[in-house]
């Protein structure tokens, strides 16, 4: 009998890593032992589990999940000792084994560094509304070090002490968020105490600082793109407010986990419009957030109701807005943008994909086509064939030890 594969285990382990961090912040915050800090409560110690070395180091993972099954083993033996007076010197003696047994990892390689905002989370929900806010931003405070393009190439770099870091490195935009967010309100510094990066909290406020991640992402997920052929990271597909008919509104993020999004940019007339699919919905972003004067039957309805969307999803293509229409995106159930096809490619096919984050699942294909006439079976389509290895390989993205 084979061992589970290693993402089964891991994952299991790290959300056990998170809900423990987590519980005890909870309760040091109850407890009233630590305070609030920018809305929510500050993580009170200098250091934390570095869940996201976990996941490139499966020795050290492996470690850490045997020492937690020795302790729960422990446990258990010491309140069967307590239960069992009898035979409680052996159990006490189990419990002691098992603890000096087992190979307790290194603590300086388990641990790294914390902020106060480490376990902070972003409040916007990576909306387009939020990328537009960042972009300002950015281009205000951010751009004269860091470059246009995030690659650290600004105008103002050659000046610096250190140079600013790429924000294209999968390193850095595996950071938790929390500590994104306080490098930006508190600055950076050397390990001599130097200033790195300046302290921007009194230039902006906490909105506006969670607003620029939200456009890094985007801005890395373009650039990346444009370069590479692929995103550094995994992105989301950002929430906007969806107007299909004459519905009321509602948030593209209560699609999120029931059905494949395909987003179309389209600026041309009704008769271009994208047909409805049944295999995901269909959702148009237009220059000013506003649906098509007619919508033919059969044809795609449900509009971004948001001007913001056009550049948003623009930096995320890494292109001009007046190149974007025509620009497809194809984004998985669980909400995250895959796949990309740029005006005048042909057709879909696996050089679509964007983000091949993910784990391979232990089937097949998931399925073919089938001709009716012969009864065999026969290759899919090009985008059936890309929907299937979506499906198969899901994203698991892991950002500051937490399982996104």
């Not at 993402?7 to 309760?27: D, F, H, K, P, S």
Request: with cysteine; net charge neutral.
């Amino acid at each position: 009998m084979s061992a589970p594969p290693p993402q089964v285990w891991l994952n299991a382990l790290l959300r056990l890593v998170q809900e423990i961090q987590l519980g005890l912040l909870q309760v040091w915050h109850v407890l009233g032992w630590s305070g609030d800090l920018h809305g929510q409560p500050a993580w009170p110690w200098s250091q934390r589990i570095a869940g996201e070395t976990l996941v490139i180091d499966l020795g050290l993972a492996r470690q850490l999940g045997l020492s937690v099954l020795a302790a729960v083993l422990a446990l258990a033996c010491l309140a069967v000792a307590l239960c069992w007076r009898r035979r409680r010197m052996a159990w006490l003696g189990i419990g002691t084994l098992a603890l000096v047994a087992a190979p307790w990892p290194s603590p300086a390689l388990l641990v790294t560094p914390a902020a106060p905002t480490s376990f902070h989370q972003n409040p916007t929900r990576f909306a387009v509304d939020a990328i537009a806010t960042g972009a300002q931003v950015y281009a205000r405070h951010c751009a004269a070090c860091h470059g246009d393009d995030g690659r650290g190439g600004g105008p103002l770099a050659a000046t610096l002490s250190r140079w600013p870091p790429t924000f294209l490195s999968p390193l850095l935009g595996r950071r938790a968020e929390g500590e994104l967010f306080w490098h930006i309100v508190a600055g950076m510094r050397d390990r001599n105490g130097h200033a790195t990066m300046p302290a921007f909290g009194n230039q902006i406020d906490d909105a506006q600082a969670w607003a620029v991640i939200d456009y890094l992402k985007a801005l890395a997920a373009g650039t990346g793109g444009a370069a590479q052929g692929s995103w550094p990271i995994p992105l989301r597909l950002p929430d906007v407010m969806v107007r299909c008919g004459e519905t009321a509104p509602r948030a593209l993020d209560d699609w999120r986990g029931h059905q494949r999004v395909r987003v179309v940019a389209f600026d041309g007339s009704p008769a271009t419009l994208p047909f409805d699919d049944p295999r995901f919905l269909t959702l148009l972003v237009t220059r000013d957030g506003r649906p098509p004067p007619a919508v033919p039957d059969f044809r795609a309805g449900c509009v971004a109701a948001s001007a913001q969307a056009w550049p948003a999803f623009a930096k995320i293509a890494g292109v001009d807005p007046s190149r974007l229409s025509g620009t497809t995106w194809l984004a998985d159930r669980d909400g995250w943008l895959r796949a990309l096809a740029a005006p005048g490619d042909n057709g879909w096919s696996d050089a679509s994909l964007v983000c091949t984050a993910g784990q391979p699942a232990s089937g097949g294909s998931g399925g073919s086509g089938t001709d009716m006439g012969t009864g065999q079976r026969q290759p899919p389509d090009g985008l059936t064939a890309l929907l299937l290895r979506i499906d198969a390989e899901p994203v698991r993205f892991v950002q500051g030890g937490w399982i996104h």
